[in-house]
């Protein structure tokens, strides 16, 4: 079987297929403009009433926040795990100079979306953006072939961080980057995993996995990958994410519930940034 094929058999948690399925998580207020992601609300006023315009640029700014950690990216093929709708890729190509950018997605629906949302940049840009089935754990790509990889408010939803590790470390070349942007358990709390399934249902329900930070760093660690570091955004998106939500949801419910995390301890938004080592290292894959 070819890796193409056996990414594309790759299976959906059932919760997955269901939020980007049926559910189309990303058509609810509570995102829009093409992303679904919380936020990143640094210059953004939060003593204002917040407008749609500012939601949205709160979601640009994230990927802007992301892809900067890249920089320089002019030139560069770029893959995109858990793109959705494919509004950051698009943001990627648009503003952050790759040569190409390939989005991919383990959702087909979450990609047709991504087809018919961006099919004026396909239609303009053949040769440089593409939307590809597949699984952070089983990527349908050679080895070796982008730059680098980014990811945005997927990992969460990741069964196997560790397979996840070994395919980035495969996909991406020598001196290739990465950067996984969400959010995860600060440290290694046994307690944080049941805490955090009593305040958000995402949790209990297996939608979102209680994956911890240092889980994350290890098996970056772990597949080879060097210069891992994680840095806390979550000053920038909770209390913006919890003000925009202010006027449709009370306090106590779900989402709501996600700045109390934050404010608890036991939940935090962080990029992690690694390299892949220009040589190999002795007795790592
Ligand atoms: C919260 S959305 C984020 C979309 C986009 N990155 C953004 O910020 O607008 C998460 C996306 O990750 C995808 N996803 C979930 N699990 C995945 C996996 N194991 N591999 C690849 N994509 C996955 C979902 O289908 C969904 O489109």
Redesign the pocket.
Known sequence: MTRRSRAAQ?P??PQ?RE??GPTD??SMPL?GG????FGHWQGIDLDQPLSEHDRISS?QA??RRVLGTLAPTAGLRAL??????G??AAVALEEHGFAHVTG????PQ?LERAGQANAGLLALRPERLRFVR????DMPFDDGGFDCLY????A????DLGA?AQQTARVLRPGGRVVVASFFVPGADPAAAGRLAGMLHTFADGLDVAHTVPALVGSLERAGLAHVRADSIGASVWPGWDRWLAGMWEPGTWPRNFLRAFEDGILDYFTVTAQRPEDPVPGIA
């Open positions: 790759h959906i948690p997955v939020t980007y998580l990303g995102f093409g992303f679904i992601n979601q994230m990927y995109e795990v858990g793109c959705g709708l509004a950051g991919m997605d383990i959702h979450q597949g699984a952070a754990e990811s945005v408010e997927a969460q939803h990741f069964r996840f």
